[in-house]
């Protein structure tokens, strides 16, 4: 069978295929280069994009960049051996050794190291990062349940009287036996250490869509129809660090042990280990492009480390310097006990992501439990590297050219809503990681704006890119914020048919002209 279609409808997502359609997007891009996509018209001319959607963050360097280009060619002609599962792999090592070397010099030199476990994407990095945390918590319970049983037998086979304190605080009739007291802390025991984990997440959080971490993602579209096959998380509201102590407070739990004192047993109280983890991004993305406080970041921060709640930081679309700093958390003074990264770590053509864990929470256990065939391959290794080495080139010009790049386009939308109040309603992010936020249109004087409220974002994608050559899409579960991810070769050119593009779509709406974003009907 050739490449040619050898069918007349689609069987490739034919659902996703025309919505698109029926706004616009559904485009075949032939070819990409640096921060432009090419189309074909029906003349077989190439028509160029700017592309701000960049990959959804995985284009921080680029559509095809020349030396990361040329590095995989010469890798592959080279024979690299793609598959040679359960062997050696230095150069794994080498881009654990370099983010380490990158965490360091933004965390402080008494930053610990970080073991790496590989991935492909984005959702299986935070997959592992949760994974590894429930079997760091379940054998630190096991423990905890261990020692508290034990000093139960102690105390039982030392005949310990039972003073009043503890019949008393296990609700038990006066003068209860060791045995009846024994029994009774067990089953408690039993009860916590059977709990399920207890995961704790943002509101407006976007972390995948796997069956483990679109639990975590709060938009309850990609959540509710899998609530059944895995744990749940709670939500605690962006704006509201006081909900996360209610929480903590409201779910704690502990494991009873017993004491003997003078020949009588006393109730020795543990902690049990029933937060799994507290999931984040430093910048939201699909919530709408919104940045973490450093002051809600220090509550996270103390709070976590008074319950021993690891945090697992989700710098898959925030990080690689896409905030003008490597990792966005450590702008706000946040350290994760994990990290996840991805998209732009395989320089826009290698899958490649990784799960970085604190030393002195790693379990090697996992190695053990935990696997991926195409994880941790030699050819998106070695392009893993290329791009941290092009990174940090230059004593990290890409970063500065992030925040720099990023700042102008800001102050474009700054100007926009300045110009434009009654239109637009907020502008948010940092670096090359914005949002544009356009005000509700669910009360639009325009019928048309009225109907497509709910895929307004998507409306002006459509008419951004038919009109103005611009690519954009709203943050999935903020349809009325454009999300703008371009790459650090953003050139004032580009920002310009920007500008104009996003003026023309600000009067149109003022105008309450709706019509004119709507695609145009085919000709009769």
């Known amino acids: 069978m050739n490449g040619a279609s050898v069918g007349t409808h689609d069987l490739a997502e034919p659902y996703l295929l025309g919505w698109l359609a029926s706004v616009g997007l559904d485009v075949e891009y032939v070819r990409g280069e640096g921060n432009t996509l090419y189309y074909r018209d029906s003349e077989g001319r190439e028509i160029p994009v700017v592309d701000y959607a960049g990959g959804y963050g995985s284009l921080m360097l680029g559509h095809n960049h020349p030396e990361i280009n040329a590095y995989a060619k010469s890798l592959l002609d080279g024979g690299i051996p793609v598959h040679a599962q359960f062997s050696r792999h230095p150069y794994a090592n080498d881009v654990a050794q370099a983010l380490n070397a990158i965490l360091r010099r933004e965390l402080g030199d008494d930053a610990e190291e970080y073991s790496a476990i590989f991935a492909n994407t984005g959702a299986e990095a935070v997959e592992a990062a949760v994974k590894h945390a429930e079997l760091d918590r379940r054998m630190r319970m096991d423990a905890a349940y261990a020692t508290a049983s034990a000093q139960v037998a102690a105390a039982q086979a030392a005949g310990a009287g039972v003073g009043a304190a503890v019949v008393e605080a296990l609700g038990l009739p006066a003068g ?22 207890l995961f704790l997440s943002l509101e407006g959080g976007f972390h995948g869509k796997l069956v483990g971490s679109v639990q975590l993602t709060h938009n309850e579209g990609y ?20 909900v996360l102590k209610e929480v903590v407070e409201a779910e704690r739990a502990e494991l009873l042990g017993l004491a003997v004192e003078d020949g009588t047993a006393v109730l020795v109280r543990h902690a049990a280990p029933v937060f799994c983890a507290f999931v984040l991004e430093p910048i939201q993305g699909e919530g709408g492009i919104r940045v973490l406080g450093r002051e809600f ?66 379990r090697p256990e996992f190695e053990l439990v935990h696997s991926s065939t195409f994880a941790k391959d030699a050819f998106s290794c070695h392009i893993a590297l290329k791009v941290l080495e092009l990174m940090e080139a230059d004593g990290g010009r890409v970063y500065r050219l992030a925040a720099e790049r990023g700042q102008a386009l800001k102050d474009v939308f700054e100007a926009l809503r300045k110009d434009f109040p009654d239109v637009v309603e907020d502008v948010r992010g940092e670096g090359l990681m914005l949002g544009l936020e356009f005000r509700d249109q669910t009360q639009a004087a325009s019928q048309a704006l009225r109907e497509n409220a709910g895929t307004f974002g998507y409306l002006v994608a459509g008419y951004l890119l038919r009109e103005h050559r611009v690519r954009t899409f709203p943050t999935a579960s903020a349809v009325h914020t454009l999300r703008f991810e371009p790459s650090v070769h953003l050139s004032n050119e580009e920002i310009a048919q920007l500008e104009a593009g996003l003026r023309d779509v600000c009067a149109i709406l003022r105008a309450q002209d709706g019509e004119r974003l709507l695609l145009p009907a085919p000709p009769a």
């Open 297 to 362: 970041a220090e509550e996270i921060q103390r709070v976590c480390a008074a319950v021993d709640c690891p945090v697992i930081v989700d710098e898959v679309q925030s990080g690689m310097g896409r905030s003008g700093s490597f990792f966005a958390s450590s702008r706000v003074g946040l350290r994760g006990d994990y990290y996840a990264l991805a998209k732009s770590l395989g320089g826009g053509i290698a899958k490649a992501s990784v799960m970085l864990v604190r030393r002195s929470r790693y």
């Open 176 to 197: 209860a036996a060791i045995e009846v007291v024994a029994d009774e802390i067990t089953r408690r025991n039993d009860a916590v250490r059977q709990r399920t984990p």
């Open 223 to 242: 959540r509710a129809p899998f609530a059944a096959l895995a744990a749940q998380a709670r939500f605690v509201p962006r704006d509201r660090p006081e």
